[in-house]
């Protein structure tokens, strides 16, 4: 029998990998998405049979509304307010989509139940709620979240729990470390390195300016990530997993990585607000620090222990993390030479 799954946040990095891994598995998708008035479908549009709904997390009625129509077997909750740095500007906004949106929909699921109708249910739950806990990091360790978008997800990760303790529901958390794609969103540091380093190689732009150097999170490869969520709802019995890649690497390792990727060899000079890395044969000047983007409060070591996951679910990841910066790159250099210079104004 065909299986149907409802993703939120469909247009999303993670989203569109889910998407197409579920078309290839035979699943009936539909995906929810926000109405905007400039298209976002570039993630999605090459999905031959993935059915586009418009939906927002902070509308109860129109979540409730898709559940019962749809009547998914299986529901992924990836839609988010997803950038920590902006998540300090927008903290209402955080707590509404990421904590409270997902409330919505259990509370839909919890109602639903006197149908009879079972619905799997998955969290994006995050690393960021680890905070500034010690490293490594596993199921067991103390949630300490140092942003709006970190506690705003510890919150919907409580109330899964709490629904399915309370009600019974299959509902899971996927405490993700942080993953990345060639489909990235740009606002990412992983993206902006990757995009930037290709536009100056060939010759569209001079520097790339970074926040922290010294940050380091354990990155690994979103499709790798979104194939252990399928697997978590695969399960008899729901249950919270670490998925992660186990290494981690700093904002400046990621930098070198990136360059190393296009035949660059970046050395550093200076220290603090004022270090500069610099090409090794030329002398140029390649990466500055911007202090605006440091963040009010910053995670400085996530490091994950998927222990959990690879001995019950038998996930384990496919790509390193050389794998994964290469991937990226890869993909950037075909775009680089298409791309327009960057606009004047500044965002932060």
């Not at 988010?80 to 699921?109: K, Q, T, Y």
């Not at 019974?168 to 990235?184: V, W």
């Not at 790798?224 to 969520?229: E, L, Q, R, S, V």
């Not at 919270?240 to 990136?258: G, K």
Request: aromatic share 8%; proline share 4%; with cysteine.
């Amino acid at each position: 029998m065909t299986k149907t799954a409802l993703i939120t946040g469909v247009t999303g990095q993670d989203g569109a990998i889910l998407a197409e891994i579920l078309l290839e598995k035979g699943y009936d998708v539909h995906g929810m998405r926000c109405y905007s008035a400039v298209p976002d479908e570039g993630r999605i549009r090459h999905l031959e049979g993935l059915t586009l709904h418009y939906g927002d997390m902070s509308d109860g009625g129109n979540i409730t509304r898709l559940i019962q129509t749809i009547q998914p077997d299986e529901i992924y909750n990836l839609a988010a307010m997803s950038h920590v740095h902006v998540s300090f500007a927008v903290p209402e906004m955080a707590a509404n989509i990421n904590g409270l949106g997902c409330l919505r929909i259990l509370d839909a699921l919890r109602n639903l139940q006197a149908t009879g109708k079972e619905v799997k249910f998955y969290q994006a739950s995050s690393s960021e709620m680890f905070g500034r806990s010690p490293a490594p990091q596993n199921e067991d360790t103390i949630f300490a979240p140092c942003s709006p978008y970190g506690t705003a997800k510890l919150y919907a990760y409580w109330m899964t729990r709490n629904y399915r303790e309370a009600y019974g529901l299959h509902a899971s958390n996927g405490i993700l470390f942080n993953h990345e794609s060639p489909i990235r969103g740009e606002e990412f540091v992983t993206r902006k390195i990757t995009k930037a380093v290709c536009e100056i190689e060939t010759g569209l732009r001079e520097t790339l300016s970074l926040g922290n150097l010294e940050a380091k999170r354990d990155w690994g490869h979103a499709h790798d990530y979104m194939m252990g969520a399928w697997t978590m709802l695969q399960q008899s019995v729901a249950d919270d997993y670490v998925l992660a890649s186990e290494e981690a690497h700093s904002v400046r390792a990621f930098v070198e990585a990136a360059f190393k990727a296009v035949d660059i060899k970046i050395i550093w000079q200076g220290k603090g607000v004022d270090e500069i890395g610099v090409h090794k044969e030329t002398g140029q000047t390649l990466v500055v620090v911007d202090p605006t983007f440091y963040r009010p409060q910053e995670v400085h070591h996530l490091l994950g222990d998927a222990t959990k996951a690879k001995k019950i679910l038998g996930w384990k990841p496919h790509y390193d993390f050389e794998d994964l910066v290469r991937d990226m790159i890869e993909v950037d250099r075909l775009v680089a030479p298409k791309i327009m210079k960057e606009p004047k104004v500044k965002i932060v």
